[in-house]
């Protein structure tokens, strides 16, 4: 195993085989850029692990059995780039959070480690996300990818109602969201965090929350770094492209996301349900939560009238009051951590 540069890139991989050849030829080719890479596979049956072993026996490996979720795979592969560094200033040390299916620009790294340098104050960045898209495979599972202007997130925004969408999606990129860099928070798709903030941010032993096994954790850790006061911010001059398989977008209002929310996998709708939930059980702060109940009521009966149509939805409801007294105790830790005042996060709330 490599000793561990300033930075680690930890990627989490389930039956993801068709999207390393792409993700690693962009790594490859980063310019001043000193890191390492850290893959925790969740039980692929596609071939993952053979091609990583074969092709990539650069990468620290760790092997889950059986699919963990993205959450606990992350605290593995974020506690063994803490552990790697063992006495190094962790103020300096920094943990990119990525999925397999991205492609960087050559200058991505180098940028988004440059910007922490220079920001002490920044807790965590992330670089102008667009969307890739497939336009071609050949026979030997080789694959033509166009990289388009179409922005995928430019961080994370958060309604009054509750809805967190990605900044931006399915615009065409014309530079509209470059000069307003500080976000609610960032896409776990592709986000850089200081390893310091890392640790302030554990609740237990936890980072992600591992309850919430998959989906909207990256939201969860957004609104818990805001509330301890941490800063994130979009760095537009890094950018990267993501093959999004399910876009989030702001139109349609709450209709359009009632729509979104029916096409949706079944179990994709089920976790994201339950999370829903959980996740504003443990962040929201009670005042905020008065002072938006007109936008925050609505929302909440349209998604209670679209769980009658949808069963995975109606199930991620019943699993999110089941799991009250877990995330309750959460919410004890981090509201007693808190920094941020009710009226200074009601201030996100758009």
Known sequence: MQSAQPLVVNIVTWNSARYLPNLFASLDAQQDAAFTVTAVDNASTDGTLDWLMEHRPDVALLRNFRNQGFARAHNQAIALALSRWDTADLSQRYV???????????????????????????????????????????????????????????????????????????????????????????????????????????????????????????????????????????????????????????????????????????????????????????????????????WWLPYEALKSIAAIFSPSQMRGQLASVWGVGSIWRKRRIIQKRALATPPAMRAWFR
């Open 96 to 294: 990119m959070v990525a999925n397999p299916d991205l492609e960087f620009a050559p200058d991505a790294l180098h940028t988004l480690v440059a910007f922490m340098d220079a920001h002490p104050d920044v807790s965590a960045c992330g670089p102008k996300l667009l969307r890739a898209t497939v336009v071609g495979e050949s026979e030997d599972g080789g694959r033509t990818v166009e990289r388009t202007r179409i922005i995928d997130a430019m961080g994370i925004a958060v309604t009054k109602a509750r809805r967190f969408v990605d900044r931006g999606a399915g615009e065409e990129d014309t530079g509209q969201y470059d000069a307003d860099t500080r976000v609610f928070g960032l896409s776990g798709a592709c986000m850089l965090l200081r390893a310091s903030a890392l640790v302030a941010l554990r609740v237990g032993e936890e980072i992600f929350d591992e309850d919430f096994f998959a989906y909207q954790e990256d939201t969860d850790l957004a609104w818990r770094m805001r509330l301890f006061g941490m800063e994130s911010q979009v760095v537009p001059q890094a950018v990267a492209w993501h093959h999004r398989r399910i876009p989030t977008q702001l139109r349609g209002g709450w209709i359009g996301a009632w729509v979104r929310r029916m096409r949706k996998p079944a179990m994709i709708n089920f976790l994201s349900s339950r999370n829903h939930g959980w996740m504003v059980l443990k962040n929201d702060q009670g005042s905020n939560l008065l002072w938006h109940l007109p």
